[in-house]
């Protein structure tokens, strides 16, 4: 998908041939593409590409194809390719370890064409490995949303209450990683947005509502996500003494004018430019431990303008993310639901509680890779996680087949009872293919 001028639709191109990798670079398969703002933000014309026809898409999962001279990826590999391409390496930015502000930085998706396509070039230095348990779709919004997020949730140093101003990919991200890290996290939408105040609550948000109203309390620090200038007077108007104002976008309207008694008292503003590849490697390494969970929509490669559009007018939920490469993988228009695995190590079952639910949502047409298996260890964590026995499947938060009132929680082996009457230590194979399709059901428009 091509951007040829600004404020045209997207044109889907199908005769281009694959590009090449030179030196230092890989060619890479892409399998995903997350949609980001800053996409919009180019195709508007309000961050100007400085070459066209231009590939937009910078939240990139493919596989390495080939490699050229000095690349050290092999092929086979699973990437991830973010915002930041290239940098000089010799800028006094650079030299300084940070190379975010590299004066001569290339971007993927502005500078050098990006992920809106079946195939791209990286350099093999930005490629990063992505950790297991994430399916392509859900990788996906980690490389910007999650990358911005993180690195602009670090600018709030040790606050303890934190507002985030906009609740969209980076935010619903953030979210997770703030309440892991046992901060408070104060949710602020459009008034009236009952489903994305909803979705912050869902995630761990204490309190979510209108983001130009008053704050039910004063904040330690407050990220703006949203482009819209006028949050970041109301965000420092919530902030207590000492606190910080982070804009985390990359274009943003005007900021009204305000008094300087709502600064006042060592109140600081400040934003966030790019990543650097640690930040990415933080990230990467972190989101399996806490775990963050991404809520995703996906859309055909050649529905990238849909996607834009739903973006801009803030219908979506979580991240959009364009399938590329096999479709047939993934169902267009869906909401890949959150699928979990809970077990206690003194239960033999799970590995083969494993392998069905994995079955079964290859069947179903979801990405068995995106199943999230976690350990309960202590009786600490059994009551908190609410664990019901070995092995518990969730999807969506909710246990596929839940104990009767007389049978043991906790850490206990489940017997499971099949629908022929037999017992059995793992879940009936029929129940969770009617789970997944139920959720698959509510999930796509």
């Avoid at 969970?293 to 559009?309: D, F, G, K, W």
């Amino acid at each position: 998908m091509v951007l040829d001028e600004p404020g045209r639709p997207l044109r889907a191109v199908d005769d281009l041939p694959d590009p090449a990798p030179g030196p230092g670079q890989a060619l890479v398969a892409v399998h995903a593409c997350g949609v980001c703002r800053t996409d919009l933000h180019i195709a508007d014309g309000e961050l100007p590409a400085p070459r066209r026809p231009l590939v937009p898409g910078h939240q990139i999962v493919g596989t390495v194809v080939a490699a050229g001279p000095g690349a050290e990826l092999d092929p086979g590999a699973r990437v991830g390719i973010p915002w930041l391409a290239w940098t000089c390496g010799a800028c006094r930015y650079c030299r300084s370890g940070r190379e975010n502000l590299c004066e001569r930085a290339r971007f993927t998706g502005l500078d050098v064409d990006g992920g809106y396509a079946t195939r791209t070039v990286a350099d093999a230095r930005y490629c990063f490995a992505l950790p297991g348990g994430y399916g392509d779709l859900e990788a996906a919004p980690l490389l910007c949303a999650g990358l911005i997020g993180h690195r602009a949730l670090r600018m709030t140093r040790d606050a303890e209450r934190v507002g985030l101003y906009g609740f969209g990919a980076a935010a619903h991200i953030v979210c997770q990683v703030a309440r892991h890290q046992g901060r408070r996290v104060l949710a602020f939408t459009r008034a009236g947005d009952e489903r994305s105040q909803a979705f912050a609550r869902e995630l761990g948000a204490e309190w979510a509502g209108d983001a130009l109203g008053p704050a039910p309390e004063e904040l330690d620090a407050a990220i703006v996500f949203a482009p819209v200038g006028a949050l970041v007077p109301a965000a420092l108007r919530a902030l207590a003494p000492g606190g910080t104002v982070v804009c985390a976008g990359i274009h943003m309207s005007d900021i009204p004018s305000f008094p300087y008694a709502e600064l006042w008292r060592e109140r600081s503003i400040r934003s966030v430019a790019n990543l650097t590849r640690a930040d990415a490697r933080e990230l990467l390494e972190l989101a399996p431990r806490v775990p963050v969970r991404t809520r995703v929509t996906s859309y055909a490669l050649e529905r990238a303008n849909e996607a834009l559009a739903d973006l801009r007018a803030g219908r979506l939920e979580g991240a959009a993310v364009l399938v590329a490469g096999d479709p047939a993988r993934y169902r267009d228009g869906m909401t890949q639901p959150r699928v979990e695995l809970l077990f206690w190590d003194g239960c033999p079952s799970h590995p083969q509680a494993l392998v069905d639910l994995r079955a079964a949502m290859a069947e179903a047409g979801l990405d068995p890779d995106t199943v999230l298996v976690r350990e309960v260890d202590t009786d600490q964590r059994a009551d908190r996680e609410r664990f019901v026995g070995s092995p518990t499947i969730r999807i969506d938060g909710e246990d596929v087949d839940p104990p009767g009132v007389d049978e043991p929680v906790g850490l206990t082996c489940r017997v499971y009872r099949l629908r022929d009457g037999r017992a059995s230590p793992v879940p009936d194979p029929a129940v969770l293919r009617d789970a997944l399709e139920a959720a698959m059901t509510r999930s796509t428009p």
